[in-house]
């Protein structure tokens, strides 16, 4: 079975340059999740998803984030203009929700680096 | 106080000892619970479920208890692959399901 995909694996950008990150989750599945992860703050949510609708985006940083998930199928998180405090592990969850949430399963991540 | 609060550890202890994690939460209305264990630069991955009565799955065991917001994981018979952090995770919230709030993770260490 294919897992929640994201890439790139590995970004490494400078200061001010846009980002985006992708993800396609797991076939089926009508949730899905961002969240970004260093090691002062842990795992934080950044926006989550139900059936393609943005439901909760009080987690995004600032209005240099935004996220779309145009269809089921795929979603893409936007910094611009990226900074050297958004470098962390940005990771992609998704799940298939019917009334109680059910645990995520992760992509493997992508791994922001902003000099 | 943060949602999700977790000893961060880290807890050094010898293959074959029983070791346990505490979780406390701040929402009294959340309804879901997991455990999640995240290996050093891998995405964390879930390791069971905690339910109402308390759950088993091989050497691992894990409780709940709603009335004190708390929420355990007991590993018996730690082996060396048990290294890792472990993460307490509870949602929070109703609308459409809620989101999945993260605690900040135990650290396991398990030695020879």
């Known amino acids: 079975d294919a897992g929640v995909i994201q890439s790139p694996r590995h970004e490494v950008t400078e200061m001010g340059q846009e980002v985006t990150l992708r993800c396609k989750p797991i076939s089926g599945h009508n949730s899905l999740f961002w969240y970004r992860q260093t090691m002062m703050r842990g795992l934080e949510l950044l926006i989550y998803?139900?059936?393609?609708?943005?439901?909760?985006d009080s987690g995004m940083p600032e209005d240099r984030f935004s996220a779309k998930m145009p269809n089921a199928s795929f979603s893409t998180l936007k910094i611009q203009p990226s900074e050297p405090r958004d470098s962390a592990v940005y990771f992609c969850?998704?799940?298939?929700?019917?009334?109680?949430?059910?645990?995520?399963?992760f992509g493997n991540g992508t791994r922001l680096t902003v000099t | 106080r943060k949602e999700v609060e977790q000893d961060p550890g880290p807890f050094n202890v010898p293959e074959g000892a029983t070791v346990a994690f505490n979780c406390t939460y701040s929402?009294?209305?959340?309804?879901?619970f997991f455990w999640y264990r995240q290996d050093c630069r891998k995405e964390p991955k879930l390791l069971m479920s905690?339910?109402?009565s308390g759950n088993e799955d091989g050497r691992f065991t894990a409780q709940l208890n709603r009335a004190s917001q708390y929420i355990s994981l007991l590993i018996r018979d730690s082996k060396l692959s048990d290294s890792a952090t472990y993460l307490c995770v509870v949602n929070r919230g109703s609308n459409q399901g809620g989101k999945l709030i993260f605690g900040q993770g135990t650290e396991l260490s398990v030695k020879p």
């Open positions: 929402n009294s209305a959340s309804q879901s």
């Open positions: 998803f139900n059936n393609n609708v943005p439901i909760d």
């Open positions: 969850a998704s799940s298939l929700f019917q009334g109680v949430r059910p645990p995520l399963h």
């Open positions: 905690v339910y109402s």
